[in-house]
């Protein structure tokens, strides 16, 4: 590597900006499936069991979070720029796969391929603008990272719905899925550069100390790493119940597709276009009452969608969702990087991406078997509860030790 390595992201604006762009494409492969799926499923297969309608995300989660467990772990042998094109490699046939399905097990092999993916692309980004931006500007960072891939996830889901009303749930939808990963790809190869030199540079100037088993550690022992943790599986958990649920939701109140395709898109939208705002607050403030409102505010949103054919209650709640989220999301990662020691960064992160994306299968597998048990309303009553119990775990269990401000 030729020439002087500079932490910040002024001085590595132009392979920021690339990595944003990338990210981008990473959301709208997840935004592609968000809105039409359940109806996909419904059209195709006739699958109206709420369990069989939520399997593909619980396929999704696992292989998302398994992925994101090993990534950190194969960054240190074959590079981080070479992880990002194995991700987008393997994002190449989740579109073709969806779109020629004979039956539902293709879709299920198309949602583990697309959660590998997920796992390894979404992952490098994210490490790789922490590498660039070094410590003072990481929430910075990590807000627009995740506003970009978020705010792709709901313009997607709007355009797909919209491409569905207007010309069918085949093929537009996954043509478009198709180009997101052509163009993620080809980024990918041929302009974005390793990071892992930074690392090296930052790793030297660390006064953290090295943590000794990064697993337990992260998910168990340390008051800190552990309560943010628990709260990732917790708001996946609950996006992985609003991905499966809302659509039902929404139609059983006899909205539209595309009247459901506006409301759905309002909460990533808004936790999207909101992390470019709260993402720096992580560089400012105590990241223990951020974390702490940011969920609370997830519970009480959730709530808000029980029982309300109006659109403006729905889209209230969207917007509360979209905003705690906001909150939340990229103060999670920009504090765990504030913990731990730069060369074990990426495990660490993996470790925490592991748990939070074994929230979306958990959420599927748990909200599919409540509404069996239980009803609809009763499942959403029950993740709000959850929700605000993982608020309490950061107001009494997390420290307010220097690193966190």
Known sequence: MSGKVELGLKENLKQFIL???????????????????????????????????????????????IANYFTGRLFNKWGRKNVLI???????PVPLLILYAPNWAWVGVANMFLGVSQGLTWTSTVIMKIDLVGPKKRGLAMGINESMGYLAVGITA?????????????????????????????????FVKD????????????????????FLTTTFKDRNLSSITQAGLINNLNDGMLWGLLPILLMSYNFSLVDAGKIIAIYPLVWGAGQLFTGPLSDKFN??????????????????IIGSDLFWQQALAG???GIGTALVYPTFLAAISKEVQPSQRA????????????????GALITGILVDLTSLNETIWIVSGLTALSALIIRFRMTDKSQLH
């Open 86 to 92: 194995l991700g987008w490699i393997i994002a190449l």
């Open 19 to 65: 990595l944003v762009l990338v990210n981008g494409f990473v959301g709208g492969m997840v935004g592609m499936e968000r809105s039409i799926l359940p109806e996909f499923a419904s059209t195709y297969f006739s699958l109206n069991a709420t369990i069989a309608l939520l399997s593909f995300i619980v396929v999704f989660g696992f292989s998302k979070a």
């Open 347 to 362: 495990e660490v992160v993996g470790v925490f991406r592991f748990w939070r994306d074994s929230g979306y299968a958990i």
């Open 158 to 190: 709007f355009v797909t719905s919209w491409l569905a009303s207007e010309y069918g749930l085949k093929p537009y939808p996954f043509y478009l899925g198709l180009g997101f990963a052509i163009a993620g790809l080809l980024i990918s190869i041929l």
């Open 195 to 214: 990071t892992g030199h930074f690392v090296q540079l930052e790793s030297k100037e660390s006064i953290v100390k090295p943590i000794k088993n990064v």
């Open 287 to 304: 990241v223990k009452g951020i974390l702490y409102f940011g969920m609370l505010i997830q519970a009480i949103s959730i709530a808000g």
């Open 319 to 321: 917007v509360g969702m």
